[in-house]
């Protein structure tokens, strides 16, 4: 028979064994190792979707006409690479990993080194805005990861996501001894 509930343990927070933290850490290394390779194979996706869909048109009383659906692909699919690899990943570098793709998709896309090959012309307009939009979500995109505001913060079980004061967030301000407070005399 209980009287109520059970009394709270007041002692430091029990040690998790090494065992446990270590495997932890492996299973992070690899959902991470497993966002970049998720990057990569969506930025070449994203590339070879450019080439399937490059050539669409659709028939009309006036003619045939052009369906720009890879310019859709390309800024749309780039764009959601770019805000998925840093936090895929844990870390804004990975920004690069769609930049590269995109590069290659680029360089191949042009027939670097084989003349002739190229796979797109320059009098298609379709593949011009293609490439036009792909690079300025890769050089947007790369920028805006790079500039110093990572992905999600990794914030370790138990801890609040968010530190007392910080901006929008309930709470009194923390400032340090030697700042003045909004308003305040200036020292």
Known sequence: ??????????????????ADVALRRVADAALRLAGGVVTLAGSLLVG????????????????????????????????????????????????LLPLAAWSVTVVVALGAGDPGGALLLADDWVAVLCLFGGTVVAVVGTALALRGRPGTPRVPPGEPSFPPGAPGMPGKRRLPPDLPARGGPLP
């Open 48 to 95: 070879l979707l450019m080439f399937v869909t490059l050539p669409w048109r659709v028939s009309t009383a006036l003619g045939t006409v052009r369906v720009p659906v890879a310019v859709v692909i390309v800024v749309g699919g780039l764009a959601a690479l770019f805000w998925y690899a840093p936090r895929a990943t844990g870390t804004r570098w990975a920004a």
């Open 1 to 18: 028979m209980t009287t109520g509930p059970e009394p709270r343990q007041t002692g430091p927070e029990p040690r998790r064994p090494v």
